[in-house]
């Protein structure tokens, strides 16, 4: 089993919708996790953490942790062109080992 | 904010040859920096993790003595990729652990 898995798309939405980032995690003892963005032939770039279970919220983003269901999620409201990138979703391990998902493709449509 | 420099952005090298890749934060020291690769259309993969005054620490099936990994200073880290081969081509990335931060990264081609 994988440690993190993501849909990996592509995903596609109209201008101005929500798109939904979907992420699930095996080890239970997962403590924080992360949402990059990263764009074609670029380096990640960190869009937000969350640790505490429930909504985080950061301008058009929202994340969201369910502990009990090993499950994070990123929101994006008002979806834009500039949106479209892949994301990922990563868990902090160890030492601030951060491991990754294989990231979902997400085109928004003008 | 803190910064992550990476260079070069863009190495072609002959295979049989070694290349060098440098990572240094800017304005902040870092003890210990973590290396990725990344092949086309997979996710980062953890390679190592290079240690300021110490051995680097290999992730499991990453082989050290062709990709060794120096912590010259709290501000400097270099990856070698040692008698490369075309497997080899990837996009490599160092992070600062704690910071969320990560370099620009190295697209790496070995013809």
């Not at chain 1, 919708?17 to 997962?30: E, K, V």
């Not at chain 1, 994340?63 to 500039?82: F, G, M």
């Not at chain 2, 990476?6 to 800017?26: A, D, F």
Request: with cysteine; aromatic share 10%; charged share 20%.
């Amino acid at each position: 089993q994988k440690e993190v898995e993501q849909n990996s798309g592509p995903l596609s939405v109209p201008e101005g919708a929500i798109a939904s980032l979907n992420c699930t995690y095996s080890d239970r003892g997962s403590q924080s996790f992360f949402w990059y963005r990263q764009y074609s032939g670029k380096s990640p770039e960190l869009i937000m953490f969350i640790y505490s279970n429930g909504d985080k919220e950061d301008g058009r983003f929202t994340a969201q942790l369910n502990k009990a269901s090993q499950y994070v999620s990123l929101l994006i409201r008002d979806s834009q062109p500039s949106d479209s990138a892949t994301y990922l979703c990563g868990r902090e391990t160890s030492y601030d080992k951060v491991i990754f998902g294989p990231g979902t493709s997400l085109s928004v449509i003008p | 904010g803190a910064v992550v420099s990476q260079h070069p952005s863009r190495v072609i090298c002959k295979s049989g040859t070694s290349v060098k890749i440098e990572c240094r934060s800017l304005d902040f020291q870092a003890t210990t920096m973590f290396w990725y690769r990344q092949f086309p259309k997979q996710s980062l993969m953890l390679m190592a993790t290079s240690n300021e005054g110490s051995k680097a620490t290999y992730e499991q099936g990453v082989e050290k003595d062709k990709f060794l990994i120096n912590h010259a200073s709290l501000t400097l880290s270099t990856l070698t990729v040692t008698s490369a081969h075309p497997e080899d081509s990837s996009f490599y990335i160092c992070s600062a652990p704690g910071t969320g931060i990560f370099g620009q990264g190295t697209r790496l081609t070995v013809v």
